[in-house]
């Protein structure tokens, strides 16, 4: 099993452009979700999906979207890039049940020039 | 009041040292807690999660979990090297579709 795989790792936007950062897991986990850690911080939570079709917002919603219309996908599209948004982004996944263990993926790197 | 803090460190300890780490959060709804290891440049890897009072063993790791004080511990024997990165904990609270609340972490240094 690959585990939670993101593409790409580094990104350089420019102030407007638009992207989509890719996440997909192939451990059949219903859970998905996007973090952001800018330095020195903890995780702070994008969005986060239950299950195919089903996304709802986290603490650091605005400026992103999600879709999810598969279990295994789950992307980010950035909107509009903006300084604010440079950040490493994490996806993550994980199981529902007792443990709800995350998942976490390599990360993408992303500086907004 | 933040809902999950940790002191950011570093904190310094000679190998072979037990490291404590430690973490506060303020909702007492609060119903399942992780470690997790962050190396630098990395992503976060879990270490151990704790659901009950008391300690938790997994080889040279304990968790320790007091709810009453709203405390969880991560103390680290026999400390080597390979330990020193960034140490997040994190709190899932009740009804919160498996979301966690991270605190900003804890740089640990096991210096040599």
């Known amino acids: 099993n690959a585990g939670v795989t993101q593409t790409p790792k580094f990104r350089i936007l420019k102030i407007g452009q638009s992207m989509t950062l890719q996440c997909a897991q192939d451990m059949n986990h219903n859970y998905m979700y996007w973090y952001r850690q800018d330095p020195g911080m903890g995780l702070k939570l994008i969005y986060y999906?239950?299950?195919?079709?089903?996304?709802d917002k986290g603490e650091v919603p605005n400026g992103y979207n999600v879709s999810r219309s598969t279990t295994e996908d789950f992307p980010l599209r950035l909107e509009l890039a903006a300084p604010s948004q440079t950040s490493v982004y994490f996806c993550?996944?994980?199981?529902?049940?007792?443990?709800?263990?995350?998942?976490f993926g390599p990360g993408t790197r992303l500086t907004v020039l | 009041q933040k809902e999950v803090e940790q002191n950011s460190g570093p904190l310094s300890v000679p190998e072979g040292a037990i490291a404590s780490l430690n973490c506060t959060y303020s909702d007492r709804g609060s119903q399942s807690f992780f470690w997790y290891r962050q190396y630098s440049g990395k992503s976060p890897e879990l270490i151990m999660f704790i659901y009950s009072n008391g300690d938790k063993e997994d080889g040279r790791f304990t968790a320790q979990l007091n709810k009453a004080s709203q405390y969880v511990s991560l103390l680290i024997r026999d400390s080597q090297p390979s330990d020193s990165a960034t140490y997040l904990c994190a709190v899932k609270r009740t009804g919160t579709a498996s979301k966690l609340t991270f605190g900003t972490g804890t740089r640990l240094q096991v210096t040599l």
């Open positions: 999906s239950v299950g195919a079709g089903i996304t």
């Open positions: 993550a996944s994980s199981y529902t049940g007792e443990t709800d263990t995350q998942y």
